[in-house]
């Protein structure tokens, strides 16, 4: 097995943050949780046997210190896992409240620059050479109505990747992401139960048939940050049972 390395994830305390911390910890690596909820990030951190820390990645100056003090206590950040993002803002073009798309694009867009800027910063000045893994979605390159915000936002993040992914090769920082379709967290499994209309209507989009689970989209951000992936980077990889071909 290789050596240990600290493995930073963002929104650890979500759903699909909480499957990527367990194949972390499982692959060996020191995992440290981050989520803008202090009380999930610490309650998943105990419940997985890894740190945590609070974070709002929104927060310039926070996401610096945090990757200073991480350095300070663990050692450099190896693996950034910038999962942290908001879903929930929904809205037809005519009728979305520009707020709304803003608080979107906040957080999933300029959060997701902002705490790469302090980690990347960190592994250059450190020498790291580093893999940064962005969870985006298919919605940015297939729409549903309804769903543009949280969609473009996502298309950002894989035009993110490529940005960072160029900017970073010459430090042998590798820079990717995992384009989930629907993935059946907690909070989806109660929204769309199995059986009701919605479930039916989205895995009628997906030619495998059905909704991934958290334990089908963990395994490529692992394989993405591993030396398996050493010469793969600026990629957005589908794992969406095949919807893009849709
Ligand atoms: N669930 C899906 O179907 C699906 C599909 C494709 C992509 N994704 C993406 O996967 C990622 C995780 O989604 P999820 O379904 O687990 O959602 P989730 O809501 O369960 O988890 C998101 C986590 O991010 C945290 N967060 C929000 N704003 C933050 C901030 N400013 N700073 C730090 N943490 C913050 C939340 O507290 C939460 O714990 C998101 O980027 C999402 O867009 C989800």
New binding site residues.
């Given amino acids: 097995m290789s050596e240990p390395r600290i493995v930073l994830i963002?929104?650890?305390?979500?759903?699909?943050?909480?499957?990527i911390a367990t194949a972390f910890r499982d692959a060996g690596d020191r995992v440290v949780v981050?989520?803008?909820?202090a009380d999930?990030?610490r309650a998943t951190a105990d419940e997985l046997g890894v740190a945590h820390l609070a974070?709002?990645?929104?927060?310039a100056e926070a996401a610096a210190r945090a990757a200073e003090a991480l350095e300070a206590e663990y050692g450099p950040v190896g693996v950034l896992v910038?999962?942290?993002?908001?879903?929930?803002v929904h809205g037809a073009l005519t009728e979305l409240e520009p707020g709304a798309y803003r608080s979107i694009v906040?957080?999933?867009i300029v959060?997701t620059f902002t705490?790469t800027q302090a980690v990347a910063r960190r592994m250059i000045a450190n020498g790291t050479r580093g893999a940064i893994v962005?969870?985006?979605?298919?919605?940015g390159r297939q729409p549903t109505p309804g769903m543009g915000a949280?969609e473009s936002?996502?298309a950002a993040?894989d035009s993110l990747t490529r940005w960072a992914a160029i900017e970073l090769a010459g430090h042998g920082i590798r820079v990717n992401a995992v384009?989930?379709?629907?993935?059946?967290?907690?909070?989806?499994r109660m929204g769309m139960p199995e059986g009701s209309p919605a479930r039916e209507a989205w895995s009628s989009r997906i030619p495998l048939g059905k909704?991934?689970e958290?334990e089908e989209?963990a395994p490529a951000v692992v394989f993405l940050a591993s030396e398996g992936a050493a010469h793969i980077t600026g990629v957005s990889l589908a794992v969406d049972g095949g919807q893009l071909l849709t």
């Fill in positions: 963002t929104g650890g305390a979500g759903g699909i943050g909480r499957g981050a989520d803008v909820d999930a990030a974070l709002d990645i929104t927060d910038n999962n942290a993002g908001i879903l929930s906040d957080v999933n959060g705490i962005n969870i985006s979605s298919i919605g949280y936002s996502k993040v384009a989930p379709g629907p993935v059946l967290t907690p909070m989806l909704l991934a958290v989209v």
